[in-house]
């Protein structure tokens, strides 16, 4: 080649330089506003177990209860028992009281004592009539309520009068025997009135159990009536929920409960018994008043296999209002509000495709699916405004 050719050809090739830079540059400046796929966290659509649940606290509660009270005025001696003493009904004696040398015991007070007999025993005879007319008008509910004639909340009603009878039954009983005790010091061949000195007064257990409080251990004079300790069975143990008015009204008795976070490993299993008919109002944490209702459960778990837990205990309650085994469900995550319907974003192709979902129950991390996904598909979590219909994506792993 020549030396005027080869400078005809550099003169050519720098003519071109300018060009080849501009379309560089351009092509350098689109791919850098030419946009990205996004970054997107996502979760595949599955069949499982999924439960809706009320989760609140509780704690445990003895069922039966009895607090000895001093059936006498005078002198208590000093009890030996502590709390958790194990003692027996109608043999274990739980305190001793010497009784105070009676005033002039004449025929006007033997005769107020006899009145006052009589009349718990009537006191007593008309518990036992109401709380036989309440436990036979709480069968027939029962059975109505098998064959759905009657609503949950007046079979509940029924098992409320049933309970409240069963305590007056009680009560009565118990000023009965009081009444009796009075009565007991006209007794024995002491003349009527002369000063008499009386046998020490001793008080048994009135049910199996251990011993709960001791309110008075020390020796030192005592009223009648006075209470001497609190016994119970602390393997007899029901469980006490609080819960919002509205889930209150959706739990049925036989829900079943799931207790968490009561010191062992395994939760423990129990069963709705009843949701008290009577809401109360409580002041939250943030200042809120509040509408609660007490759930009690019965503990289904036995007692070997819960041995320290005992009466007032906290647990962390799960009420299963509904469960279902093969539910097609999502994360709550994926899900959002578009206008009236929920809605969600597709993975497909590599590309973010919008669906309106159907749902269904939730357990509040996941969501039931009605309509509108299918197994196996995946979704984006939490997809917030950074992504749009047919916009290109791609999944990480956190």
Known sequence: MSLTS???????????????????????????????????ETARIVVGTLRATVNEEGKTRIKQRYVVSAPVAGQLRRIPFKAGAEVQAGETVVAVIDPLSPTLLDARTRSAAEARRDTAVANRDKAQAGERFAASELRRQEKLHADKTISVQELETGQLREASTAKELAAAESALRQAEAELAEFAGNAPVGTNTVLDPVQVKAPANGRVLRVFEENARSVAAGTPVMEIGDPADLEVVVEVLSRDGAAIPPGTPVELEQWGGGEPLQAKVRFVEPAAFTKVSALGVEEQRVNVVADLLTPPDQRRNVGDAFRVEARIIVWEARDALKVPAGALFRQGEQWAAFVVTDGRARLRIVKAGRSSGTETQVLEGLKQGEEVILYPGSRVRDGQRVTPVTL
């Open 6 to 40: 080869q400078r005809a050809s550099n003169r050519h090739t720098r003519r071109w330089l300018p060009y080849a830079g501009a379309v560089v540059l351009v092509a350098l400046i689109t791919a850098g506003l030419w946009p990205r796929p996004i970054p997107v």
